[in-house]
C-alpha cells in the first residue's frame, strides 16, 4: 500500500520544466506588481496641515495621515515640548522689500531665525542673503524653481536643491546648508527620503496664518493676534517675508512671547543636552 501512495507522492513534488517556469514568471509579476505599488504609496502627495494649538495646548499632525512618515525620516514639526523654546522660520520665495525691517528688529532684539531661499531670491537679493548669514541666521534651501516636488524625479530634487546651495555658498562663504522647507508644503514619503539621503532636514511648522496674500494684509495688530494666539512649548513659527503685516507686528510678537516665559532659538539648538541650552543662542553682529 505504501509503494502505490509513491507515485501520487512524486506527482505532487515533481513539477515540468513548463510548469516551473509558469510558477517563477508569475512570482516575478506578483514580485513587480507589488514594488510597483509600493512605488506608488511611497509617491503618494501630501499637503502639510496640522490641527491648531489653541490656549497653549499642543498642536497635532495625528489625525493628518502623514505623521509615520513625518517621524520615520526626522522631518521637523515641533520642538522640544518641555520647554518654552520658540524657533522662527521664514520663507522668502522673493522680495517684497520687508526683509531689510525684519532683520533689522532681529538683530535689535537679538533672535535667531531661518530663512528659507528659492533660486529667485539668491539671484536677485544676494545682498540680504549675506546679510542673513552675516549676522547668525540659518539659510535654507527652499528649492530652486519652487516646484511641486512629488511630481518630479529623484535627480530633478538633487538638481534643484544644490543650485541654491552653492549659490548660496558662493555669497556666504559657508557651505552649511542643512535645512529644507518643501514648496510649497507638498511632500511625499520618497521626497522626505530624498532628501535625507542629500543630507537635508525637512522643516515644517506648528505655529502659521495666511500671511502670504500681499493683496489680502490685515495689519499689524492682525498679524500680532493670530501668531501669538498659537504660541506654544516648541513652536516652529512659520512667517512670509513678503507680509507687511508680520514685519511691523515682529517686534511686539518678539517681547508678548518673551513676557510669557518664551526663549526663542536656533533650529540648530534642537537635539543639544540641556547644559548647551542653558546660554540661548544670539546673533552675531555684523562686521
Known amino acids: 500500500m505504501k509503494v502505490a501512495l509513491i507515485p501520487g507522492l512524486l506527482a505532487c513534488f ?14 516575478a509579476a506578483t514580485a513587480k ?27 497635532s499632525i495625528n489625525e493628518e495621515g502623514f505623521k509615520e512618515i513625518v517621524d520615520r525620516h526626522g522631518a521637523i514639526f515641533l520642538g522640544d515640548t518641555s520647554r518654552k523654546d520658540l524657533f522662527l522660520t521664514f520663507d522668502n520665495g522673493y522680495e517684497n522689500g520687508y526683509t531689510t ?18 533660486g529667485h531670491y539668491v539671484k536677485d537679493q544676494p545682498e540680504l542673503v549675506k546679510r542673513m548669514a552675516a549676522e547668525g541666521h540659518l539659510v535654507g534651501n527652499h528649492s530652486w524653481s519652487h516646484p511641486d516636488m512629488t511630481t518630479i524625479p529623484d535627480g530633478k530634487i538633487k538638481e534643484e536643491l544644490d543650485r541654491v546651495k552653492q549659490a548660496s ?30 543630507g537635508y532636514t525637512n522643516v515644517f511648522w506648528s505655529v502659521a496664518y495666511k500671511d502670504w496674500d500681499v493683496n489680502d494684509q490685515k495689519g499689524a495688530s492682525y498679524a500680532y493676534q493670530k501668531v501669538v494666539s498659537q504660541l506654544h512649548p516648541g513652536a516652529v513659527i512659520l512667517l512670509h517675508s513678503v507680509s507687511k503685516d508680520n514685519a511691523a507686528a515682529l517686534g511686539s510678537i518678539i517681547d508678548e512671547a518673551r513676557r510669557q516665559g518664551y526663549e526663542f532659538r536656533s533650529l540648530d539648538d534642537l537635539g543639544k543636552k540641556p547644559e548647551s541650552e542653558a546660554q540661548p543662542q544670539q546673533p552675531k553682529e555684523a562686521k
Not at 515533481?14 to 512570482?27: E, I, W
Not at 507589488?34 to 498642536?59: C, I, N, T, W
Request: avoid cysteine; hydrophobic fraction near 45%.
Open 169 to 198: 555658498t558662493q555669497l556666504t562663504g559657508t557651505d552649511k546648508m542643512r535645512y529644507l522647507r518643501p514648496p510649497r508644503g507638498i511632500f511625499s514619503e520618497r521626497v522626505l527620503r530624498v532628501t535625507k539621503e542629500l
Open 101 to 118: 525691517p525684519i532683520l533689522d528688529t532681529l538683530k535689535t532684539k537679538k533672535v535667531p531665525a531661518v530663512f528659507f531661499i528659492t
Open 14 to 27: 515533481l513539477l515540468s520544466p513548463a510548469a516551473v517556469g509558469n510558477a517563477a514568471a508569475s512570482a
Open 33 to 59: 506588481t507589488e514594488m510597483a505599488s509600493a512605488a506608488v504609496a511611497a509617491d503618494v502627495p501630501y499637503h502639510f496641515g496640522f490641527k491648531r494649538s489653541v490656549g497653549g495646548q499642543l498642536p
